[in-house]
């Protein structure tokens, strides 16, 4: 007998849906099950607002999720910058499929890098990490908020309501629009949000699917995306703090070292605080190794004087991160 699809369940965006069916042929190739997406609307895709004031990030999630426990998906799709860090009661990441870049890019109007925009240029972000950053490297720019899908804000940009945007470099990436891209913010000097660049498929925990999506786990992603997140868990962010967290492998190094890169910034991108750190990555491979070296780096930050910059008492696991949907 022939068994049933998969139903993997998504945002119904472009992005999302693109995102989604990577994940869905990477299940096919490695099960050979067929894969049926599932789309799903979220508070995120139909609100209007900044997104800090609907909660954050999150508000992309919690649909996906609620359908995932009602039984009307075998499992989920997220973006990982998206993904509450808080448990949720029978459900957890099964798979951390291989990353794609985890830095932002400017995307500029007559294709300007950062430092060639005029004086005063009006830039776009959601993200008050974005926001930080962008003045705290050009205090001069005008920095807006924006809304709506990566061809929306694009689109936005070829009609002049504004000179620039920054976006993650992976959805362009995934989409096709790396041809719009007029500068690159490396991550050691601009890191990004916790999870940037990876995804996370989410199953219902003790489900027979988990082993199945299990399959699609890559080791690298896993643990500089899950280091990531167990910093930003052990800092407590509220979701409009302006945090940056990346973390990567040197692959030639005897241990596969990670390096962590840590900032928190003030909302006027004045002052900041950084923290840098090295760790084995077989130290770094497990959950509780991660949860060591996150209250390590998170213990640097704050003596250092994170907490003065940005609101660091979010309460633990609240945090939905300091990214935007692009």
Not at 18 to 29: E, F, M, P, Y
Not at 112 to 120: I, M, S
Not at 249 to 271: F, K, N, Q
């Amino acid at each position: 007998m022939t068994e049933a699809p998969l139903r993997l369940g998504t945002r119904a965006s472009l992005l999302a849906t693109t995102q989604s069916g990577l994940v869905a042929d990477a299940l096919r190739a490695a099960t050979g099950r067929e894969v049926e997406l599932v789309r799903i609307t979220t508070d995120g895709d139909v609100l209007s607002g900044p997104l800090a004031q609907l909660g954050g990030t999150g508000v992309f999630v919690a649909a996906l999720r609620d359908a995932l426990l009602r039984g009307e998906c075998d499992l989920v799709v997220h973006s990982m910058k998206d993904l509450p860090t808080g448990d949720v009661a029978g459900l957890r990441i099964g798979a951390v499929p291989p990353r794609a870049p985890a830095r932002d890019v400017l995307c500029s109007r007559g294709g300007e890098t950062l430092a060639g925009l005029p004086h005063g240029a009006v830039v776009g972000s959601g993200s008050p990490r974005r926001v930080a950053q962008l003045l705290r490297a050009r205090p001069d720019l005008e920095v807006r908020g924006i809304r709506g899908n990566v061809d929306t804000r694009l689109r936005k940009v070829d009609e002049g309501e504004y000179d620039a945007i920054v976006l993650a470099e992976a959805g362009l990436v995934r989409i096709g629009r790396t041809a719009r891209i007029s500068d690159v913010f490396e991550t050691d000097l601009w890191p990004a949000s916790a999870g940037q660049g990876a995804l996370a498929v989410e199953v219902r925990t003790g489900d027979e699917v988990a082993g199945l999506v299990a399959r699609l786990s890559d080791a690298a992603a896993e643990t500089t995306a899950l280091l990531e997140r167990a910093v930003l868990r052990r800092l407590e962010a509220g979701c409009a703090a302006p945090v940056g967290i990346t973390a990567r492998i040197d692959a030639s190094t005897r241990t596969a070292e990670v390096t962590l890169v840590a900032e928190v910034y003030a909302l006027d991108g004045a002052r900041a605080v950084r923290v840098e750190r090295s760790f084995a990555g077989s130290a770094v491979a497990a959950a509780t190794g991660r949860t060591d070296a996150a209250e390590a780096v998170v213990q640097e930050l704050l003596d250092a004087g994170a907490g003065d910059l940005a609101d660091l008492a979010g309460g633990a696991g609240s945090s939905s991160g300091a990214g935007s949907s692009g």
